[in-house]
């Protein structure tokens, strides 16, 4: 009988986990192969944090984090970028760090640049990756989840920080270039944390 209801219990867990699909829509080779396709499993922790990112002013209007650029720079960045040769980007750009980074990183990460806010999402996770320990987690963004493959998506994180060696993810977070959207970011976050509670019910 034990045996019974220990196998019901797990057809019915994976049957409420088949009801859901998470996706990375880039294909980051910074990420551990093994990690690259999430469960929503991954997801589930108690201590899982939530954190919100702007550009400078970010802090000030109540964000976890922000990083140090303008709203002109992060647009003319976006105009190189969003281009075929960001390599032959002229003038002051090749000596601007902002520029450099997003060189040296965006390829690997498969950043596309389809709009204007993958700039700070960039520069966002490679910032915080200089704070984690690279041997232990990794950090990635542009992951989406739904109720199933079939399915209207139902939101997409910017952040994601795993551990490496089980995938467990320990930090998700949003992303938005004006620092007044913070209530969107949080409404978002919250969104998710709904939609973890009702997967793990």
């Known amino acids: 009988m034990k045996n019974l209801l220990v196998l019901l219990s797990f057809i019915l867990s994976s049957s409420v986990f088949a009801g859901t699909h998470v996706e990375h829509l880039r294909n980051d080779q910074t990420v551990p192969e093994h990690c690259q396709t999430n469960k929503i499993s991954d997801f589930f922790s108690e201590d899982l944090q939530y954190i919100t990112y702007s550009r400078t002013g970010g802090v000030q209007r109540g964000f976890d984090y922000e990083y140090e ?40 990460m498969d950043f596309d640049f389809d709009d204007e806010g993958q700039v700070l999402e960039i520069l966002a996770l490679l910032e915080l990756k200089k704070n984690l ?31 490496i060696e089980t995938c467990k993810v320990v930090t998700v977070g949003e992303v938005k270039i004006n620092p007044r959207r913070l209530g969107k970011a949080r409404g978002q976050l919250s969104r998710f944390r709904r939609f973890v509670k009702s997967v793990q019910k």
Not at 142 to 162: C, F, P, Q, T
């Open 133 to 163: 320990d690279t041997s232990k987690y990794y950090i990635t963004g542009s992951v989406a989840y739904s109720g199933g493959k079939g399915s209207n998506r139902i939101g997409e994180l910017d952040i994601v920080i795993g551990e």
């Open 69 to 108: 650029i303008s709203r002109e720079t992060l647009r003319k960045l976006w105009g190189i970028f969003k281009g075929s040769s960001p390599g032959g980007a002229s003038g002051g750009w090749a000596k601007s760090d902002h520029y450099n980074l997003i060189l040296e990183n965006y390829e690997a």
